[in-house]
């Protein structure tokens, strides 16, 4: 089992800038990386970014590139995801989770979900 826990959410004014934490903990060797993503209300689940368990290679969703970061504190079992430049149309529950094997841009592939953690920006 994987437990994960996102904090760092809340409200924050558009050009402002958040970091997500995702903690880790339990069998995470399991696991391939970990990814975030997001769901607005009333929206599908998309994929934000995801970084590689194995050399930390991040990859990223269209929402995320260009103002997004995604990194990797192994001695933390923590990843973070910076945004910057936030827009209201950023606002959604970013949920971590952990990539159990399969396409990184996909819901399906990843085994173990954090609680999320809401986004709220304002224009």
């Known amino acids: 089992q994987v437990q994960l826990t996102e904090s760092g959410g809340g409200l924050v004014q558009a050009g402002g800038s958040l970091r997500l934490s995702c903690a880790a903990s339990?069998?995470?060797?399991?696991?391939?990386?970990m990814g975030w993503f997001r769901q607005a209300t009333g929206k599908e689940r998309e994929f934000v970014a995801f970084?590689?368990?194995?050399?930390?290679?991040?990859y990223y969703g269209n929402p995320a590139k260009g103002r997004f970061a995604i990194s990797n504190d192994n001695a933390k079992n923590t990843v973070y995801l910076q945004m910057n430049n936030l827009k209201p149309e950023d606002t959604a529950a970013y949920y971590c989770?952990?990539?159990?094997?399969?396409?990184?841009?996909?819901?399906?592939?990843?085994?173990?979900w954090g609680q999320g953690t809401q986004v709220t920006v304002s224009s």
């Open positions: 989770a952990a990539l159990s094997g399969g396409s990184i841009t996909l819901k399906s592939s990843y085994g173990y």
């Open positions: 970084i590689s368990r194995s050399d930390d290679s991040p």
């Open positions: 339990g069998r995470t060797f399991n696991t391939y990386g």
